[in-house]
T-cell receptor, first 107, second 114 residues
Framework: SQQGEEDPQALSIQEGENATMNCSYK?????LQWYRQNSGRGLVHLIL?????REKHSGRLRVTLDTSKKSSSLLITASRAADTASYFC???????FGTGTRLQVFP | KAGVTQTPRYLIKTRGQQVTLSCSPI?????VSWYQQTPGQGLQFLFE???????NKGNFPGRFSGRQFSNSRSEMNVSTLELGDSALYLC?????????????FGEGSRLTVL
């Protein structure tokens, strides 16, 4: 399987704390994307990082990519209750998603 | 610009029946992909269509099929439904231009098989 794997499967934090999620994948990629899904809804694109990039920022989001380790991380800084959702990484080439990290942010 | 539209949003079927789900992509998008999401298996890739041709296929039995029309609208069909087919079926469209690769998802069709 070429599926990505997110870690941890679930994460609970308090508002204001940072949340870090990791993703590992198995094959070479051109880019890697992160998506967010509110319960029972469709996924929403957050950020894309290309294979020649090591770090990318978007607002409170910071994504890193280590192609030698075939891994990526998503950092959400100063989390809010509204960040409560599931987060998925995806390798675009094969449209394969990971199993997701369920983030719960308590007010 | 209208988003990705999936119909129906909810449906209930019984074992052995068949079901057809529809997906209208964002105007101008020629790629449509389908996913099955269940609590136990996560988000599983079904297939992708681009300009009416199936480009990729996941590991699902032949009971799962799809097609894409000339206007890029797509349908997926599941025949001989099983209890395990109960899931949220998500459709996503993409322009597939350049290397952006961003997928735009619909709200899904929630299928319950009794």
């Amino acid at each position: 399987s070429q599926q990505g794997e997110e870690d941890p499967q679930a994460l609970s934090i308090q508002e204001g704390e940072n949340a870090t999620m990791n993703c590992s994948y198995k094959t070479s990629i051109n880019n890697l994307q992160w998506y967010r899904q509110n319960s029972g809804r469709g996924l929403v694109h957050l950020i894309l990082i290309r294979s020649n990039e090591r770090e990318k920022h978007s607002g409170r989001l910071r994504v890193t990519l280590d192609t030698s380790k075939k891994s990526s991380s998503l950092l959400i800084t100063a989390s809010r209750a509204a960040d409560t959702a599931s987060y998925f990484c995806a390798t675009f080439d094969k449209l394969i998603f990971g199993t997701g990290t369920r983030l719960q942010v308590f007010p | 610009k209208a988003g990705v539209t999936q119909t129906p949003r909810y449906l209930i079927k019984t074992r052995g029946q068949q079901v057809t789900l529809s997906c209208s992509p964002i105007s101008g998008h020629r790629s449509v992909s389908w996913y099955q999401q269940t609590p136990g298996q996560g988000l599983q890739f079904l297939f992708e269509y681009f300009s009416e041709t199936q480009r990729n296929k996941g590991n699902f039995p032949g009971r799962f099929s799809g097609r894409q029309f000339s206007n890029s609208r797509s349908e997926m069909n599941v025949s001989t439904l099983e209890l395990g087919d109960s899931a949220l079926y998500l459709c996503a469209s993409s322009s597939r231009t350049g290397d952006s690769g961003e997928l735009f998802f619909g709200e899904g069709s929630r299928l319950t098989v009794l």
